[in-house]
């Protein structure tokens, strides 16, 4: 019983913190200019009218965070504003709805989502100031004086996505590491080159390239209903040429629990494998320092 109370309690000082915030924005909304200064600039917030927002289903076409474009972790967002200030998120399969509302005077977006969101959908939470909008398009910046994060929406139809597949794919790609097979780029067989090389597909949409010598960290992402994989490199490192490669939208081939088969627009082929296969040094080495008995032989005539 007393775990119960102690839910409930939880759950109504939730709601009431969040009405307390609705109330302190729009009442500081209403001394709140058409400019709000973030940074060494002001930037204009401008009016939306409300319509705008819940009559259209929403794609993310920029994510920016301090000079970091992460637009490839919402490459499976769409987003709805809804009445009663519900804001609605598909990723994938998964549905997640949290709160949103516009200042008194239009100019500035506040969104909440639940704390058992993902780390990319946590950064859409923040008050947005509208620096940018057409019937088709928004743009806004962060709030608050560092103004270092930026997003744009764009209208885009809800794809009608096949769930099965999708999450099968999701499942099978996190659930190991993946070694490069096959990887030929125009007239190039980069195959020996990449192999030992693997590749480690996070849930939350971070992807590290492992080579020989170094680790590369990037971002990865399932889109076009579960038709392309889209791989990022950060951009504050340095990666050699013969990886860079690898950054690309990958169409998707075919693909089971043990291979999967892309292609890419400039008709790039790349082979990944599950597991990590060992490289020809360890191989290697392996044999050298092992005795080995033959089990069985057979000879063609």
């Keep these: 019983m007393l775990g119960s109370l102690q839910r409930l309690n939880f759950y109504f000082m939730n709601k009431l ?3 307390f915030f609705v109330v302190a924005v729009l009442t500081l909304s209403l001394g709140l200019s058409s400019c709000i200064e973030t940074g060494d600039e002001e930037r204009p917030g401008m009016y939306v009218n409300t319509d705008l927002f819940l009559t259209k289903v929403w794609k ?9 474009d992460k637009t490839i972790l919402f490459g499976d967002v769409f987003i709805e504003f809804r009445e009663n200030f519900i804001f609605r998120i598909t990723k994938g399969c998964d549905v997640i709805e949290g709160e949103w509302i516009l200042s008194a005077d239009s100019t500035l977006l506040v969104i909440r989502v639940p704390d058992t969101s993902s780390e990319s959908l946590k950064q859409l939470e923040d008050e947005w ?21 930026e997003f744009h929406l764009s209208v885009a139809p809800l794809p009608a996505l096949n769930c099965a597949t999708c999450d099968n794919l999701m499942g099978i790609l996190t659930d190991s590491v993946w070694s490069i097979t096959s990887f030929i780029t125009g007239a190039n067989d980069l195959t020996e080159e990449s192999r030992g090389s693997y590749l480690d597909f996070s849930p939350d949409g971070e992807v590290v390239l492992y080579t020989d010598y170094e680790e590369n960290v990037g971002l990865w992402a399932v889109t076009d209903q579960c038709q392309v994989i889209q791989i ?70």
């Design 17 to 19: 913190t969040w009405t």
């Design 129 to 149: 100031v509208v620096t940018w909008l057409t019937d088709n398009e928004m743009h806004f910046v962060e709030q608050d004086n560092k103004g270092d994060e």
């Design 60 to 68: 993310v076409s920029l994510f920016s965070d301090d000079g970091q």
């Design 232 to 301: 990022q490199w950060l951009d504050d490192q340095l990666i050699d040429d013969f990886y860079s490669n690898l950054e690309d939208s990958w169409f998707i081939k075919s693909f089971d629990n043990t291979a999967i088969f892309l292609e890419s627009e400039s008709s790039s082929n790349l082979q990944i494998t599950k597991g990590r296969i060992p490289d020809c040094e360890t191989t290697y080495q392996d044999l050298l320092n092992s005795s080995w008995s033959i089990d069985y032989m057979s000879c063609l005539l």
